[in-house]
């Protein structure tokens, strides 16, 4: 069974800093895309950043120059490193993995979820 295990959440005041990390574990043989959601109250889940197998990024509009995601293959982790974080950088952060199993083939899976929250 596939796990997406998140760390690094919390609060943090306006203009500060949190890195999350994702490990993805359970009979991987590769992985096509790893990346960030994120979902406010009342809001629909959106993409915030995605690094696939190439090493290709991309983000949305609202966080470029102030997100980075990257990745250690070796250990099937995903990291999104947050800098001048805003108040409307307050959500729960979702980490996603497009990967294929031993035995399933690829599909898309999800993490729990980790709470962000920004003061202002």
């Known amino acids: 069974q596939v796990q997406l295990v998140e760390s690094g959440g919390g609060l943090v005041q306006s203009g500060g800093s949190l890195r999350l990390s994702c490990a993805a574990s359970g009979g991987i043989i590769s992985i096509n895309r790893m990346g960030w959601y994120r979902q406010a109250p009342g809001k629909q889940r959106e993409l915030v950043a995605i690094i696939i197998s190439g090493g290709n990024t991309d983000y949305a509009d609202s966080v470029k120059g102030r997100f980075t995601v990257s990745r250690d293959s070796a250990k099937n982790t995903v990291y999104l490193q947050m800098n001048s974080l805003k108040p409307e950088d307050t959500a729960v952060y979702y980490c996603?993995?497009?990967?294929?199993?031993?035995?399933?083939?690829?599909?898309?899976?999800w993490g729990q979820g980790t709470q962000v929250t920004v003061s202002s």
């Open positions: 996603n993995a497009l990967l294929r199993r031993l035995g399933v083939g690829v599909r898309d899976y």
